[in-house]
């Protein structure tokens, strides 16, 4: 089931207004960045409104964290969990053709 985009709605900034139950509550969890913020209420989100189960978005999370620790010291990078939230999040929506191939950057289409 892909996301309809003509149904989002947007700020006045035109940024896409999310649900009130991903930006209300500023003070829980704390982030660095606005973008670590959004990326938590879209997974939180897009499982409480029935598009996968929290356990499948979970599961991706810790499978994302276990290759970062598996991978040699040179290759890994520095520490950053929202990077693998997001990595989590991507598969999870790929997984279950929440958006359609291209939809996000695409510039890099073949």
Known sequence: MAIDI???????SGHVK???SCSTDLEQPVFDAEWQRRAF???VALSEFGHYAWEDFQRELIAAIG?????????KGRWE???HWVTALDTVV?????LEDGYVNPEDRD
Request: a negative charge.
């Open 94 to 98: 790929r997984r279950h053709g929440l």
């Open 81 to 83: 969990y929202y990077q």
């Open 67 to 75: 290759s970062w620790q598996s991978a040699p010291d040179d290759e």
């Open 6 to 12: 003509s149904t989002l709605d947007y700020d006045e």
């Open 41 to 43: 209420g879209l997974a």
């Open 18 to 20: 999310f649900h009130s």
